[in-house]
């Protein structure tokens, strides 16, 4: 896994902070000065942080288990899309639907209603519709796809959430404590750092700054997927290659039991016809 460079989270603009006056004091042992009334955020600690977070991500990819990643601010929306969809991970980046994480079989039901429409349109019974409910069923569909298409594959719980500005998500971080979910998030100046697991001290408005922590993200998450496709393939192999030697055992075993049964037969009469001619 490369190292994280300070020189780019410099050039990213990670280092900014909030204003004074709107610190929050557990971000303390995070800041390193204050320049111009704004808070400069170490990024000697945001490395060791990011490495933290990315060895921690990386496992979890590994394991075969979801990361929602989390962003509803305008300058996030976009790259946190993007990037969770290269890894073909689950994303939220329209309103956080309530009760996501600690309704979520609710919310599933709503997920498969998304389904169940795309079936009717496919088996004909949509065109069985009046034209009234045609329109409020479409409009139900793009509702819900705006919404919850993002996380249409999401079976089951994620393994963890990934978040950028945890005041603005407080919702989805109350529900994935709740349910003991593991949370990686970008943390500025004006947030409590108490609130997340894994603390990644940064600049969370900012496009370049939000790029580029993101982008360090999916490249652990891709890692992860990558080491898990490389064991699923090496089991697979192994099994082959455990296969291929039984059947070569069975086949061994197979020709001795020939040889054996050959030399335990009785003679036949021919045979048994030449030994008495030579005896003689």
Do not use: C
Not at 10 to 27: D, E, Q, Y
Not at 93 to 106: H, S
Not at 197 to 217: E, H, Q
């Amino acid at each position: 896994m490369a190292q994280t460079n300070v020189k780019d989270l410099l050039s990213a603009g990670v280092h900014f902070g909030h204003l004074t006056r709107k610190w929050n004091p557990n971000m303390a042992p995070y800041i390193y000065m204050e320049r111009n009334g704004i808070h400069i955020i170490s990024l000697y600690k945001t490395v060791a942080k990011i490495e933290e977070a990315k060895e921690a991500m990386r496992k979890i990819a590994a394991s075969g288990r979801k990361i929602l990643f989390v962003a509803t601010k305008k300058q996030a929306k976009d790259i946190v899309a993007e990037s969770a969809q290269k890894v073909k991970m689950p994303y939220i980046t329209e309103r956080w639907p309530g009760g996501m994480l600690t309704n979520f079989v609710t919310i599933r039901k709503a997920v498969k209603k998304m389904a169940a429409i795309d079936r009717m349109k496919q088996d004909g019974t949509f065109e069985t519709l009046s034209k009234k409910e045609k329109l409020q069923i479409d409009r139900l569909r793009a509702k819900l796809e705006k919404n919850l298409g993002s996380i249409d594959d999401m079976t089951r719980l994620p393994g963890a959430l990934f978040v950028v500005d945890i005041k603005r998500e407080h919702i989805a971080i109350k529900e994935a404590k709740k349910l003991k979910i593991p949370i990686f998030a970008m943390v500025d100046t004006n947030s409590d750092p108490r609130e997340v697991d894994f603390v990644i001290p940064s600049n969370d408005d900012a496009t370049k700054s939000i790029g580029k922590i993101v982008s360090l993200m999916v490249d652990a998450v891709q890692e992860g997927l990558q080491e898990r496709k490389s064991e699923k393939e090496s089991q697979e192999q192994a099994k082959t290659e455990g296969a291929a030697d039984a059947t070569v055992a069975v086949h061994g075993e197979e020709a001795s039991s020939v040889e054996e049964a050959k030399e335990k037969a009785p003679a036949s009469d021919d045979e048994a016809q030449i030994d008495d001619s030579e005896k003689k």
